[in-house]
């Protein structure tokens, strides 16, 4: 099989996603009082309305509605103020009622987009850049936009665990276990235009969907966990063609990577096809990380017919202009805003800015601790955003990675944070001790002052002092002074390290340069 | 036709109850549970509430009485398919326990169609497919009946999933006419009537989704009342057509009819179709009574007596009835309703898909009849629902499962809407002239047992009952004596306009108050003569009438658990 940079010499792929977000952080479910929560005991989080008991009735949640129509106000869609739920009918047991309450034509959230910022190794994969945009500063890479059709609000499906056989699916099982606790739960389906080139493409609009979604705070976005779900949908045409070629639609993408790779397996498979003489068939594919490879699940030849028919239980949905306005206001800075902000407020460096505006968690905790620390000090913002930029990037990031922590699960607080921006900022600290006082608070949440008093840190800044070490240094090595004023500048280290070792670490190394160049220069 | 003639004489038993209310004050519980069942039989919930006033009944004494007569009667009636005794009598003891209430429905016996759920109860909507179904949770009607007082003395027969006009489509056999037991008592809640109509039960609840209230009332000669599309929660009955589907009550008169609305209606959270009602039924009916109609404009659909297959005693009964509510002062108006032939098309449109839907769920994954022997899911599905489902229900599912198919929607579901739309209209535009409709509601009087054998004969007897689902207007069946040739009841409708039901009851009981009928079967009578006085568990020594006459049940693999025609130990739920 060829491979990627290949196939697309000579095809173009078209690529749509269908993304399903579950929304975790409502407490109830869509269409009951059930309480939503992750891995609970089997069936314990079911009622007869989410258990398809005979005679239920479905009572939709204000909640759902709120989420999904702040999602489509962030993805830029037209919000309509008129829509209905339908009925999407099918046999499955994990679907207790066997048919799924939907939407039908008009969604909740219609026609919206995302500008999709392709930058360094990704937008290698895409070597023809037509329509697309240059990047603004003339950075390596390029804009295009996609376009999003519709978000439109469901119920999930319960869990089927099918026991015995192989491969643990249901054909050659002994039987089948079912988990109703996820039945019902609110979920948003948001599909997209054929806008997608290529997988990386695929894999950054998903990974911006998510940021998104979660500066939303309406789900947790856990491809592990399933509570972000994507499908892929892809065929392949000729370059310089406009028809499009028939589709598969592709399942189990079930992590970033897993998405990039099995478009790229499924992408380079139909081009072999294809230039093998043969037909794609439009058929549903499994990816198989294992194996990397797809595998076909079931050849559509006809549409599936789901007699989707107006839910006769639910009335039609009219939103008033009141509702829509009521939760624009509560749409908070999106995260291409936020590194607006960083990068035109405080100067932060484009890498710095693009770490902590598209983690949303990390971003709040920024701009907790620079609030608190414009409030106390005086010191210049932008120098202190940026130092509070690198203590979380270079400290804070590093910690929670190597311990495998998030932020909430840390005793950081942001106050103890811009506290120790403060304090190496004010030369009070050596980088060294500043990495010594984080690595205290972090764990007992002890304010850095505190923990500095405790440790008896101190820098020496003292002008005086610090000269009076670099004399007795100067005269403890008579032959290196010789050899710096014949011209090895470099031993300035040398002369550093001997009087930070002289004052226990506590001396400005910064400072200590400053006097011994001008001691030796005299 | 001779409306006015009491042929049975059952009026007098009653007021031998009322006369026994007033001297007896004082008497305690369970004293009198050995009360004549022709006097039992006859009381309404006003006689229920003044002999428990005055002490001279109590609660238990009714549960019992009640439960007298259901061993007495049902086993000619085949009514319940599951009585509730035990549920009864501790309803009664609680009641008696606490002051006796004597407003809602405290002490008033009542039983409620299969296809609602209550706790500790079977839910079989007369179905083989859910024979087994032990309802997990209580409807909101038979929550709201039950909190209001009322005794639950069992779960009535029905239609299979209420598919029918004749309450032969149950899988546990059929229901019996009390007026002539070789009859159907009409359908699909041909259970709820027959029991009212035999003195069983003073009032029942039933559910309509194109007549299934109005057209066995009519039958069996009570009267059965379908609200306004939205006034009683659907919440917990199981559902034939969502947007069709009203839950509304049987009784022995308007006023009993008014009493058990007020107590089940309004907005309930958990059925967002439901709507608040801000009047009360109880005072519409008074004042229907004590105010009469003077001035109230009665609205006579053109054409409808000249339809074929309109019978010539439901014509002189609409005629009747026209005549007396012009000696009331009121005022008669023809009405056009251009649309309303198109009802039956939409609704066994809109129907049959909605009925679709609906009962996929049974599907014998979670609960219900499941068949053993499949190798795969599709083959448990296929068989379970083929043994479990009956031929009625068949096709009912296979013809929405037809019509909502891709390229089909188009020909048939939308332009049914449409249809619908236009009826709706039709509907609105007449009461803006006139405030009650008066119609038949059943083209013939009730028919014998196999008599209508193909299902669109069937369909054609819900013709003036039809549109009012489709519209969701509320319509009454009031008995108005027996036809003069067939002896059985005759009934009419009155429509009114959507959530002004208060008209409806209005004009119901000012038309009922001049007609001097019998209510009660002959056959209570018959039985009242064979026994003296009840109790529970005594059995009169009289002979039953003869097995043959009684239709057989039209399901051979009818679940022998389940025939609960008055086994007392196997009905009894545990």
Not at chain 1, 163 to 181: F, M, V
Not at chain 2, 28 to 51: C, H, Q
Not at chain 2, 303 to 332: K, M, S
Not at chain 2, 421 to 428: K, P
């Amino acid at each position: 099989m060829k491979n990627l940079e290949t196939v697309l010499r000579d095809w173009e792929a078209v690529i749509g996603l269908e993304v399903h977000t579950e929304l975790t952080t409502l407490t109830t479910k869509m269409f009951c009082g059930c309480k939503i929560e992750y891995g609970a005991e089997p069936n314990t989080h079911v009622c007869p309305v989410c258990l398809g008991m005979p005679g239920a009735l479905p009572q939709p949640n204000k909640a759902a509605i709120q989420s999904i129509v702040l999602a489509g106000l962030a993805v830029g869609c037209t919000i309509e103020k008129r829509s209905m739920f339908y009925r999407k009918n099918y046999f499955y047991p994990d679907m207790s009622k066997n048919f799924q309450i939907t939407q039908g034509p008009v969604a909740f959230c219609m026609r919206g987009g995302l500008d999709l910022e392709v930058v360094g190794a990704a937008a290698k994969e895409r070597g023809h850049r037509e329509q697309t945009r240059p990047l603004t500063g003339g950075a390596q890479g390029y804009l295009t936009h996609i376009g999003i059709t519709r978000i439109h609000m469901e119920e999930d499906a319960g869990k089927m665990v099918h026991k015995g056989g192989e491969s643990g699916r249901i054909s050659g099982a002994d039987y089948s276990l079912l988990d109703y606790n996820r039945c019902g739960t609110p979920l948003i389906e948001l599909v997209t235009e054929p806008d997608l080139r290529t997988p990386e493409e695929a894999r950054l609009f998903l990974q911006k969907l998510r940021q998104i979604f979660l500066a939303l705070r309406i789900s947790n976005c856990s491809m592990e966990q399933g509570s972000l779900r994507c499908d892929g949908n892809v065929s392949l045409r000729r370059r310089g063609t406009n028809a499009l070629g028939t589709k598969t639609e592709l399942k189990n993408m079930n992590s970033f990577k897993n998405l990039h790779d099995g478009l790229t397996y499924e992408i380079c498979r139909q081009a072999e096809v294809l230039e093998g003489g043969g037909r794609v068939v439009q058929e549903t594919r499994h990816w198989e990380p294992s194996t990397r490879r797809t595998i076909s699940m079931r050849v559509k030849e006809t549409a599936d017919d789901y007699r989707l028919f107006p839910e006769p239980d639910l009335a039609p949905y009219d939103l008033s202009d009141e509702f829509i306005a009521g939760v624009r206001a509560l749409l908070p800075e999106l995260p291409d805003e936020r590194r607006e902000r960083y990068l035109r407020d405080y100067d932060l460096p484009l890498h710095d800015a693009n770490i902590l505006a598209y983690d949303v968690d990390l971003a709040d905790f920024y701009d907790a601790a620079l609030q608190t620390s414009a409030k106390e000090k005086s010191t210049p913002t932008q120098q202190l955003a940026k130092q509070l930029a690198k203590l979380l990037i270079n400290e804070v990031l590093a910690y929670l990675n190597a311990h495998n922590l998030t932020l909430a699960q840390t005793a950081l607080s942001p106050e103890n944070l811009a506290g120790l921006a403060g304090l190496t900022l004010s030369g009070a600290l050596s980088s060294k001790q500043a990495k010594a006082v984080f690595a205290q608070t972090v764990t007992n949440g002890d304010s850095p002052q505190e923990i500095v008093d405790k440790l008896g840190f101190k820098q020496v800044s003292d002008v005086e002092e610090l000269t009076a070490v670099a004399r007795d240094i100067l005269t403890r090595f008579p032959d290196k002074v010789r050899e710096y004023r014949a011209g090895k500048t470099g031993l300035i280290g040398f002369f550093v390290g001997q009087a930070m070792q002289a004052t226990a670490g506590q001396a400005n190394p910064v400072l200590l340069n400053e006097t011994f160049t001008g001691l030796l220069n005299e | 036709m001779n409306p006015t003639k009491d042929t049975a004489g059952n009026a007098p038993e009653a007021d031998k109850a009322k006369e026994r209310a007033s001297k007896n004050p004082g008497k305690r519980a369970g004293e009198n549970n050995n009360m004549p069942l022709a006097e039992y039989a006859a009381l309404n919930i006003a006689d229920i509430r003044s002999a428990l006033v005055a002490g001279d009944l109590s609660a238990l004494d009714l549960a019992l009485a009640a439960q007298a007569a259901l061993e007495h009667l049902d086993e000619q009636v085949h009514a319940f398919v599951q009585p509730t005794f035990e549920l009864a009598q501790t309803t009664a003891n609680e009641i008696d326990s606490h002051n006796v209430r004597a407003t809602g429905l405290a002490g008033v016996p009542i039983a409620f169609k299969d296809n609602m759920n209550q706790q500790g109860t079977r839910t079989t909507c007369a179905s083989k497919m859910l024979a087994n179904y032990q309802s997990t949770y209580t409807a909101t009607c038979v929550g709201r009946a039950l909190a209001a007082g009322a005794l639950p003395m069992g779960k009535l027969n029905m239609d299979e999933f209420a598919f029918g006009s004749s309450t032969e489509t149950s899988a546990f056999g059929p229901t019996c006419n009390p007026w002539d037991i070789r009859r159907v008592p009409g359908g699909s809640s041909g259970g709820s009537a027959a029991a009212v109509a035999s003195g069983m039960v003073p009032v029942a609840l039933g559910s309509d989704t194109g007549g299934s209230i109005r057209q066995p009332a009519a039958f069996c000669g009570v009267v059965g009342f379908k609200p306004t599309y939205g006034t009683v929660s659907r919440y917990g009955v199981v559902a034939f057509g969502s947007s069709l589907d009203q839950v509304g009550p049987f009784g022995r008169s308007v006023a009993c009819v008014a009493a058990t609305m007020d107590a089940i209606c309004g907005r309930d959270a958990l059925d967002c179709t439901s709507q608040d009602v801000s009047f009360s039924y109880e005072q519409a009916a008074h004042a229907g009574t004590e105010q009469g109609i003077k001035g109230l404009r009665v609205g006579v659909v053109s054409g409808y007596l000249d339809l074929p297959g309109v019978h010539p005693e439901v014509i002189a009964a609409l005629q009747g009835a026209i005549t007396r509510l012009q000696q009331l002062g009121a005022y008669i108006q023809e009405i056009e309703l251009p649309n309303a032939k198109a009802a039956l098309s939409a609704y066994y449109v809109i129907g049959p898909c909605e009925a679709f839907s609906n009962l996929s769920r049974f599907d014998s994954v979670r609960y219900g009849y499941r068949r053993a022997g499949a190798d795969n899911l599709g083959e448990q599905y296929e068989l379970s629902r083929s043994a479990g489902f009956g031929a009625e229900t068949i096709r009912r599912i296979m013809l929405g499962s037809y019509l909502l198919s891709s390229g089909v929607y188009d020909t048939y579901y939308y332009p049914a809407q449409q249809v619908r739309t236009l009826i709706t209209q039709d509907y609105e535009r007449a009461f803006e002239q006139v405030d009650v409709l008066l119609t038949p509601v059943s083209p013939r009087t009730a028919f014998e047992f196999g008599e209508i054998a193909d299902p669109t004969q069937m369909y054609l007897s819900d013709i003036f009952t039809i549109p009012i689902n489709i519209a969701g207007n509320g319509g009454l069946s009031l008995p108005v004596g027996l036809g003069e040739e067939s002896k059985l009841p005759v009934a009419v409708q009155i429509i009114g306009p959507q959530f002004k039901d208060f008209n409806i009851m209005r004009v119901a009981a000012a038309l009922e108050a001049t007609y001097d009928i019998q209510r009660l079967a002959p056959l209570v009578q018959e039985e009242h003569r064979r026994t003296a006085a009840l109790r529970p568990g005594e059995k009169s020594a009289a002979p039953r009438p003869d097995a043959e006459s009684k239709p057989k049940a039209h399901h051979d693999d009818t679940p022998a658990a389940h025939d609960t025609r008055l086994d007392k130990t196997a009905g009894e739920v545990q």
